[in-house]
């Protein structure tokens, strides 16, 4: 987090390092730290943020690349997740950038687009299998829901951003989304 707010802001400072321990000790880690398979994509994100970042600036989107890449191959659920977060942080980043014109955002956009089929394509080597593998578990027949419901009241979810709330590991349904 620390490289991405020194390269986003083009300068380093002690407010950095204390934004990146507040990163690094959220809430959400701490309550998923027990199950290491969550935390290579979160110690990934502010590299993949930085490489969008680089993308509407013009420049290559190296760290996008590298770092989505590296997301999709170790865990290609939460690598659908956080390229749904890059997707909802694309208008805000392009919003953020002054005197950007539309052949910027196009261009941009392109890249974007460029590099995800590249590294859904890579992933694609171990996704494959691990689909056709899991077409032989007791799961494999599964379909997705037909109607929509939901296992929580809005209210409920607003009560998991106060302070000092515990997590809800195997406890309910409702999700781990508080601040430190």
């Given at each position: 987090f620390?490289l ?24 959400y ?14 110690a ?7 490489g ?16 989505m890449?590296i ?7 939460l690598?659908?997740?956080v ?5 909802c942080?694309?208008p805000?980043?392009?919003c ?33 299998p691990v ?11 599964s ?6 419901t ?8 607003l ?10 590991l ?11």
């Amino acid at each position: 987090f620390f490289l991405f707010l020194s390269k986003r802001y083009l300068k380093e400072n002690w407010m950095m390092v204390a934004f990146s321990l507040f990163y690094g000790a959220s809430s959400y880690y701490l309550a998923y730290s027990c199950n290491i398979i969550w935390n290579d994509c979160y110690a990934l994100f502010p590299l993949v943020v930085l490489g969008v970042e680089e993308l509407v600036r013009g420049k290559s989107g190296k760290w996008y690349a590298i770092a989505m890449g590296i997301c999709a191959i170790s865990n290609f659920y939460l690598a659908v997740i956080v390229g749904f977060c890059l997707i909802c942080y694309l208008p805000i980043a392009f919003c953020a950038k002054k005197g950007i014109t539309f052949r910027e955002i196009v261009i941009a956009l392109a890249r974007f687009a460029a590099i995800t089929v590249l590294y859904v394509s890579v992933a694609a080597v171990i996704m494959l299998p691990v689909y056709l593998a899991l077409q032989h578990t007791p799961s494999g027949n599964s379909t997705f829901p037909q109607e929509l419901t939901s296992n929580f009241s809005i209210l409920e979810v607003l009560e998991r951003l106060l302070i000092n709330m515990p997590s809800v590991l195997n406890k309910s349904k409702l999700p781990n989304i508080y601040s430190s």
